[in-house]
């Protein structure tokens, strides 16, 4: 059988801290790199609102590294039973099912419109779904630890694409769009920091069952801190470059404004068409996010359920996940309000508060026994 490959006992499979530093920088570049700005926040300083949402990435990421320290070699759904016991983690756990269902829909519904709206307006999306869910549904049964050397390969490939197309904006660049600068209130700042951090950077935690294939007696800091970082410089270039050369007003009708920065450029009659150059960096980014949300859907869905393989459970979850993606927003303006309006109160009381309360409850269990 084409999925029987791996099963739930199975944790061989050993990630390395570089293709953590892959995965974590992929995921996080995602459909967040190709979306629109938080210009509609903050203006034309979004790209130093970008800058500063680094500060609590970094401390959320340290966060996550000391949870998985203490409880090394556990998804979320082992994490909510040992954390707050089997009855309380078993309720919990049912939202570490539903979130990266939710999000594997989310992601599959951003790369059918980027597709849809730039290289296939006659497409349907379900046409696009489909071969794009066979191929992110093989890389989950093969297993986190080949998901996690595809990163690896592309992540450099990735970077470059993205570090290309921003040289080539530079004569396109118009620094007067940048002016003033810091009109925006702090209140401004502080809601694009809620929404950014929210969205891209809270979705992290989903990367727990990445984690667990890692040697258990090495930190993750290092290349968790390293990929929040290279990210929000990244986030940051981006920002600036698309308000820089369309101005903050037209950057926020577009619904992809660095895709549009690339469709500007030029090198010639030989390379006018950066965009299919371009597109594969756009492309494998949202893919591999996809990728990794769908096997952490596939990994929380076995060990909950309790079954021996997790092969049975692909094809229908791959067919849920595409139907999910076709009616989870009507528009991808609708996600753009989620993000910005709604998505913290949806998300942040459980990927803050849950490692939260179990490194809290760790805590306490090592303390009790000293002090008696």
Excluded at 6 to 22: C, P
Excluded at 152 to 158: D, F, S, T, W
Aim: net charge neutral.
């Amino acid at each position: 059988m084409l999925f029987a490959v791996h099963t739930r006992g199975m944790r061989k499979e050993l990630i390395s801290s570089t293709q953590v530093f892959a995965l974590a920088t992929i995921f996080l570049l995602g459909s967040w790199i190709i979306l629109t700005p938080s210009s509609r926040i903050t203006k034309q300083d979004a790209w130093i609102g970008s800058l500063l949402l680094g500060l609590p990435a970094c401390g959320y990421a340290l966060l996550l590294s000391a949870v998985k320290d203490l409880y090394p070699g556990e998804n979320l759904i082992g994490l909510s039973r040992k954390a707050f016991g089997q009855r309380i983690g078993s309720i919990l756990a049912v939202f570490w099912l539903w979130f990266p269902l939710h999000l594997a829909a989310l992601v599959l519904n951003n790369l059918t419109s980027l597709l849809m709206y730039q290289i296939y307006p006659t497409a349907s999306a379900i046409t696009l779904s489909l071969p794009l869910i066979i191929v992110i549904a093989y890389s989950a049964a093969l297993g986190p630890e080949v998901i996690a050397r595809f990163a690896l390969i592309l992540l450099p490939l990735i970077i470059a694409g993205l570090l290309a197309i921003y040289g080539l904006a530079i004569p396109l660049f118009d620094a007067h769009h940048l002016f003033p600068l810091l009109e925006a209130s702090t209140g401004d700042f502080l809601r694009q920091g809620l929404a950014g951090f929210s969205f891209p950077f809270a979705e992290m935690i989903l990367l727990f069952p990445f984690l667990a294939h890692a040697p258990k007696d090495r930190s993750l800091l290092r290349p968790l801190l390293s990929a929040v970082i290279l990210s929000t410089l990244l986030f940051a270039l981006r920002d600036m470059i698309a308000i820089a050369v369309f101005g903050q007003a037209e950057v926020d009708t577009l619904l992809f404004p660095l895709f549009s920065v690339v469709l500007h450029e030029e090198l010639g009659i030989f390379l006018d068409r950066l965009d299919v150059a371009f597109i594969p960096v756009f492309f494998f980014s949202s893919l591999i996010k996809g990728m990794i949300c769908f096997y952490s859907f596939i990994e929380h869905l076995t060990d909950w359920l309790g079954a021996k393989e997790r092969s049975l459970l692909i094809p229908p979850a791959a067919l849920l996940t595409v139907g999910l993606s076709l009616f989870v927003y009507e528009h991808l303006l609708d996600v753009f309000d989620f993000a910005n309006k709604a998505y913290a109160l949806y998300l942040l009381p459980w990927a803050l508060g849950f490692p939260l309360g179990a490194l809290i409850l760790r805590y306490r269990k090592k303390v009790k026994p000293s002090q008696s």
